[in-house]
């Protein structure tokens, strides 16, 4: 038998007018402490991700890492096929040589490692998402027009319903609101 149970918050959500009050209200935000923020806006806003704290330091391992993964796969099919399954003297050169496989090592790399960075970014977003509890913001349709949104989530340590969403209405938003995931089910 299924239950339903009550919404869990998904976090408090301002939205703003202009990228000069979200910034502000981002910097504003993480001085006070709160860590897990997140801007939604129409456009890419220059000192926005210094703002909200953001840190990219896995896509560029996982690219290095695809493009290692790939240069050694290339090189050691081309080794295994010359040397090992079916080697072939042409022209009495080295059955192991070099600048005859850097080509095919070389491409093996850029397709690995753009493979990589491909999946990374989309393991590293949650991506595919067909559903995120930001999108039961009042007007947050308006996030890809003209509004500019500034998201603290509940997973936050210091995050608390009400003080929170008082701190918000503090950095001149337009509209704060509490914002509710859909509601879960229970066995």
């Known amino acids: 038998m299924f239950h339903r149970s009550a919404p869990k918050a998904y976090g408090v959500v301002a ?42 330091e896995k896509v560029p391992w996982i690219v290095f890492m695809g493009g290692i993964v790939g240069a050694t796969a ?40 753009s493979f990589g960075a491909f999946l990374g970014m989309l393991a590293l977003n949650k991506l595919p998402q067909p559903y995120h509890g930001v999108f039961n913001t009042p007007n947050f349709e308006r996030a890809s027009q003209d509004k500019f949104f500034l998201a603290v989530e509940a997973n936050d340590t210091q995050f608390d319903e009400v003080e929170t969403k008082k701190f918000m209405e503090s950095l001149d938003a337009n509209n704060v609101s509490l914002v509710k995931e859909s509601p879960g089910v229970e066995e």
Do not use: W
């Open 15 to 56: 939205e703003f007018d202009s990228p000069e009050l979200l910034i502000a209200a981002a910097k504003k935000t993480r001085e006070a402490g709160y860590k897990k923020l997140d801007a939604y806006t129409p456009f890419p806003i220059h000192g926005l991700v210094d703002a909200v704290g953001f840190k990219d």
């Open 74 to 113: 290339g090189y050691l099919l081309q080794y295994y096929t010359s040397v090992i399954d079916y080697p072939l003297n042409v022209g009495g050169k080295p059955l192991n040589s070099v600048p005859m496989f850097f080509p095919v090592t070389y491409e093996c790399t850029i397709l690995f490692a």
